[in-house]
């Protein structure tokens, strides 16, 4: 077992607390919902990054390249100056959703490059120009551009053209779980000599205001020259610094005579260090060197060409070695997280894919955050200090006082999105299973818990709606998580873990039920569910239109929440065959499901459309025939989704159950028949159960894989090329509403305009087709081949079409023939200069014709799922027993 895993193996039993320290600052706290005390609600006005050196938080901290424990009492970050910016660079600049002509988005370059799950080693870049920062310029210019218009990103100012910019590797080296090094090294790939300072940054979160300190933390200056850090929580960290660097002290406390106009109750402030460095202000620095925020400040000339090195460590005992042995252990700790990798990798033959998968892994390592929000103690203010105003007690998130959110969870991305997404999170735990299954499976179990899932059954949405629906892919990603983690196990799978989830799905289930079929016909609403823009109209507010909107994506993800649930009982018959009676029940859910779909009940509300071939919404109006929506989307595709292949002797191990089964198909026979293959066996006798039939199947495959359609060079489209040129328009109570193939950014300002559905590639919907056709080529054993692509007269199986679609996705990020990535576009300087080309980015979607990545620059969340893309391209392409049993190749 190597070392990385040993110290996995020791977090998990207790033995020592490796995960304590980790990457747990956000990136962003400023904009953020649970920052805003506005009465309206307006969140990104409420704090803004011009605000934010001067204001105390209350729920979190920022930083860059930023570590924090778990509970996030002790920070530490990094802070820069060139010499030329107004500011100094402790926190990432971006545009809020109001500024971006495409919704908010960070306007710096950085890259996560490496991390352990213990992060006993990590690795980051930050690239930081030595002019003067565009600020100005970068507002303005996105303030001209419209919808129509590409962001302009700070590539795009010139910045970085004659290379007078820094390139910063910011490193950290745990020796103990509490004994962490941390390295800057600054290198000028500019023509001239350049100066900079660099600060390593330390504060204290402020909690003390709450009155639940017993004692103030305190930073103090030591005799060494180092600092101590005391906190009643932790007790005594020491702080060493190699060379002699100029250390001062101030407190994380508000300056509200910048930001409010009123007089400053506190003398030494947030913002002083920034003054000190930027203005030469001392007056605002503690005299006596302590306080609750701290910078090491070096100043130093880096020559062109050059490189310098800034370190730390940071120790729960006094040490005399103190930084004489940083470079031992990063040394140590760098060759152990090659071990670990190449252990993970070893089926990867082509090295830029493993560079791919391992910075993939690394973003979402790096994606941890702590995450802190008590929606009561926020809606109702803190004794003794300022009450927020009372509109808020009727607005967002009103109905969600139960929530109280206080742990360190996989985020989407900790910039634009530094907030949880709960459908994000369940792909993230896919790719990290294969690292760290622990984390991933107490990421999916936090979300049920009852700090998180609302007493009705809902599981929270995201943090600037925590009523609206996701989809529920919860269930999915427990069994598959669940499957992983049982492969590395030897087979032994973790009963405790998937019985605790299944336990609180039935919950969330049974909210499914009571809340978005409200006609109790088995076909669903959902509104928005995590598609933002995909509908002619907002989902999320159909009733605004006077009518309802019957969901054919809503109805397939309940009825693959149905299989997965099936599958989860029989999973758990293993250790008690008493699950085979809810088996039956979540198959009876599905079946009915597909009774509904395809118009059992005669109500005139089949999704099904026999003129197009394909699934569509139904909307709607009193007294009006059903409005069908013939728009081809990926939500006529998400029915591929309900899916499960299980093996004939497992159905005879489960004798209740298998009676139930044959009984009911017995007495329900056009129910029965909705039941793909039922009575014919496939390999290895197993039996199929799915929404889609053969035709049905073959049909919207054929137009999944039309590159006239919704096949891309680069993985499959969420909307049909084919409203390029014919664009779907309806007229909804005098409205006329148009959508077309947008393969970019969106043109729209549905949710603010900041992610589209209209046509780019999404990688959570593409990994979902992906492993959908593995399950029906399980069923047939290779022997049903499609027409890929539509039209070329080549017919191949499922199981080979799934792999070309992966390779597609993977192509985003690999170097082509000319050696340029997709995912880069026309950017010259990212495509060839060796100091960016081969740092990767991963982005929140792509391209719909030419891969470019698009939205949020380091989604890495559910993007990451390239990782396990890669994992399973180089899988054999065996079909054994094993895997036959667990549906998936793992």
């Known amino acids: 077992m190597n070392t990385e895993k040993l110290r996995l193996e020791e977090d998990r039993e207790g033995k020592k607390h490796w995960k304590k320290w980790g990457p747990y600052l956000t990136e962003r706290q400023w904009g953020t919902v649970r920052e805003d005390y506005s009465p309206n609600g307006a969140a990104w006005d409420n704090v803004t990054h011009d605000e934010a050196r001067s204001k105390a938080y209350r729920w979190g901290e920022e930083g860059i390249g930023g570590i924090s424990d778990n509970k996030q009492n002790l920070c530490i970050a990094w802070a820069f100056w060139n010499g030329k910016d107004p500011i100094i660079k402790e926190r990432l600049f971006g545009l809020t959703g109001p500024q971006g ?194 910078a090491a400040i070096y100043k130093m000339t880096i ?59 690394a973003g979402m390592m790096w994606g941890k955050q702590f995450y802190y929000y008590n929606v009561d103690r926020w809606l109702e203010g803190d004794a003794g200090r300022y009450v927020p105003p009372k509109e808020r007690k009727k607005g967002r998130n009103s109905d969600w006082r139960h929530l109280y959110n206080q742990d360190i969870i996989s985020m989407p991305d900790k910039w634009e999105y530094p907030w949880y997404a709960v459908w994000d999170s369940a792909f993230h735990c896919i790719p990290i299973s294969r690292i760290d299954p622990d984390f991933a499976k107490d990421q999916l179990l936090l979300f049920l818990n009852e700090s998180y899932m609302h007493p009705n059954g809902q599981i929270p949405a995201y943090e600037w709606n925590f009523g609206d629906v996701n989809p529920p892919v919860h269930a999915y990603a427990i069994q598959r998580v669940y499957q992983i983690d049982k492969k ?150 998400i029915p591929l989704f309900a899916v499960e292949s299980i093996r004939l002797d497992m159905f005879d191990s489960l004798p209740e159950f298998k ?68 664009p779907y328009t309806v007229k909804i109570n005098g409205d006329q509403l148009t959508v077309k193939y947008t393969p970019g950014e969106s043109d729209s300002l549905m949710f603010g305009g900041n992610s589209n559905w209209r046509g780019p590639i999404w990688f959570p919907i593409n990994h979902l087709i992906i492993e959908s056709l593995r399950k029906f080529d399980y069923y047939y054993g290779g022997e049903f081949s499609i027409e890929y692509p539509t039209g070329s007269g080549n017919y191949v199986t499922m199981d080979l079409i799934a792999k070309e679609l992966s390779l597609r996705c993977i192509k985003i990020f690999l170097k082509d023939k000319d050696g340029k990535r997709p995912v880069y576009g026309h950017y010259r300087k990212m495509q060839e200069d060796p100091h960016f080309k081969d740092h990767i980015l991963f982005f929140e979607y792509f391209h719909g014709d030419n891969g470019r990545g698009i939205g949020a620059s380091h989604q890495t969340g559910w993007t990451g799922l390239v990782a396990e893309m890669i994992y399973k391209y180089y899988k054999p392409a065996t079909k054994t027993p094993e895997d036959a049993d667990s549906i998936f190749r793992i």
């Open 303 to 361: 020559p062109a060409g050059g490189s310098s090195e800034v370190k730390f460590r940071m120790t729960h005992q006094k040490t005399l070695e103190a930084t004489e042995i940083c470079d031992e252990i990063l040394k140590e700790r760098k060759k152990e997280a090659d071990e670990f990798y190449a252990e993970i990798q070893h089926r990867v033959k082509d090295e830029d894919m493993r560079s791919i998968q391992r910075q993939a892994y």
């Open 101 to 294: 002509n495409h919704g908010e988005d960070v306007k710096e370059l950085y890259y996560y490059l490496d991390s352990t799950p213990t992060h006993s080693y990590m690795k980051m870049l930050y690239k930081y120009p030595q002019n003067e920062f565009p600020y100005s310029l970068i507002k303005e210019e996105n303030k001209k551009r419209t919808k129509n218009d590409p962001e302009f990103e700070l590539i795009d100012t010139g910045i970085f053209d004659d290379d007078a910019y820094f390139d910063i590797f910011i490193e950290y080296a745990k020796k103990d779980a509490e004994d962490i090094s941390g390295f800057a090294t600054i290198h000028n790939r500019g023509k001239e000599d350049a100066e900079i300072w660099v600060m390593p940054t330390f504060w204290f979160r402020k909690t003390w205001h709450t009155g639940h300190e017993p004692f103030m933390p305190k930073l103090t200056k030591t005799e060494e020259n180092g600092i101590k850090a005391f906190s009643p929580n932790n007790g005594n960290y020491f702080l060493s610094f190699e060379g002699n660097p100029d250390i001062k002290f101030c407190d994380n406390e508000t300056n509200r005579e910048r930001l409010y106009h009123i007089p400053n109750d506190k003398k030494y402030l947030k913002d002083a260090i920034n003054d000190y460095v930027v203005h030469r202000y001392s007056q605002y620095l503690n005299p006596s060197n302590y306080g609750t925020k701290a």
């Open 659 to 726: 009676a139930r089964l044959e009984f009911f198909l017995k007495e329900k026979p056009k129910l029965a028949s909705l039941i793909s293959s039922w009575i014919q066996p496939g390999f290895e006798k197993r039996r199929l159960f799915a929404l889609l039939r053969g035709h049905r199947m073959k049909s919207i495959l054929n137009k999944m894989l039309d590159p006239q359609e919704f096949l891309s060079d680069y993985g499959v489209r969420s909307l049909s090329k084919f409203h390029l040129k014919k």
């Open 488 to 637: 590395l196990r030897d087979g032994k799978g973790d009963q405790e873990f998937l019985e605790r989830a299944f336990h609180k799905l039935m919950i969330n289930f049974t909210w499914w039920v009571n809340q978005k079929d409200s006609d109790g016909k088995n076909i669903f609403e959902g509104g928005f569910l995590g598609l933002d823009n995909i509908s002619v109209i907002d989902r999320s507010h159909a009733h605004h239109y006077k009518g309802k909107l019957e969901q054919a994506d809503a109805t397939s993800w309940m009825a693959m929440f149905s299989l997965n649930m099936m599958r989860i009982s029989l999973d758990l018959c293993e250790f008690n065959k008493t699950y085979q009676f809810t088996a039956m029940k979540f198959l009876e859910h599905f079946l009915y499901i597909a009774g509904a779909m395809n118009n059992i009940s005669g109500d005139k509300i089949s999704l099904w459309n026999d003129e197009e071939n394909f699934y569509f919404d139904v909307f709607h109006l009193p007294g009006k025939e059903p409005k069908v929506m013939k728009l081809k989307s990926i939500v006529g595709i």
